[in-house]
């Protein structure tokens, strides 16, 4: 399958995001990226815990790009699965969504609502955490970012957007890797060390199954939008 000129500018932007990731500081060009990503991390933790009904003390998102979601009563195994899972979903989704401009557009409005009612609802400062404040403030900002693309982007920039970002959602289990390994190194906290405990199955296993599902959807989900080009223009020219 041959790529249009701004599919191939989304997979170049997107091989220099993960180049960015893996260098030395060079993840801090993508620092408000990695905030989305925690947010929507640490929301499907909160909507698994929800969903099976537990509840939800509040989020935490830290400036190192770290989150907490103090949850009771939930199913530990959906709840710990949920956020790199989720996150996963939820990117597939844009992706999906950004066939037609329409369609990209209401991706993007969707997220502010889904981005403003966690900030609302769930986010907080704790005294004992300092750095969340950055958590309340990035909520904040990427609500009125959303809207911004949402009501401003023309012609193929809103599928752009959707794509982008629902990539990096999907990518997010990537960095699960290295904060496995990290953490493992110092006897610290992480979803797939939560799946170990509870289930005796390594945490590398449960990383690399979240890692597969994030690279199967990406791969669907662009196959699917890609497969009919002709259906995003026409919805533009509309």
């Not at 509040?58 to 959906?78: E, F, K, Q």
């Not at 990117?91 to 209401?106: P, W």
């Not at 791969?219 to 002709?230: C, D, E, M, N, Y």
Request: aromatic share 10%.
């Amino acid at each position: 399958m041959s790529l249009r000129s701004d599919q191939k500018i989304l997979m170049a932007a997107v091989f220099i995001s993960a180049l960015l990731w893996a260098i030395p500081y060079g993840s801090f060009a993508l620092y408000p990226l990695g905030l989305l990503n925690t947010h929507i991390h640490e929301l499907c933790h909160a909507l698994a815990a929800i969903g099976t009904g537990g509840e939800v003390q509040h989020i935490v998102v830290n400036a190192d790009l770290s989150g907490l979601t103090p949850v009771h009563g939930r199913s530990i195994l959906l709840a710990a699965s949920a956020g790199y899972v989720g996150s996963t979903i939820v990117g597939a989704l844009m992706i999906l969504a950004s066939r037609t401009e329409k369609g990209a557009r209401g991706m993007l409005w969707t997220s502010c609502a889904f981005i403003g009612l966690s900030a609302l609802l769930f986010v907080r400062m704790p005294a004992d955490q300092p750095s969340s404040w950055v958590g309340v403030a990035s909520g904040i900002l990427w609500t009125g970012a959303f809207v911004l693309m949402a009501k401003k982007l023309k012609g193929d920039w809103p599928a752009f957007a959707a794509q982008f970002i629902g990539v990096q959602l999907c990518l997010s289990s990537l960095w699960s890797f290295s904060a496995l390994m990290s953490v493992a190194a110092v006897g610290g906290h992480s979803d797939a060390l939560i799946m170990q405990e509870h289930t005796g199955l390594p945490a590398f296993f449960w990383a690399s199954t979240w890692l597969i599902i994030a690279l199967a959807a990406i791969g669907f989900s662009l196959r699917a939008v890609w497969r009919h080009p002709k259906e995003r223009r026409a919805s533009s020219d509309s």
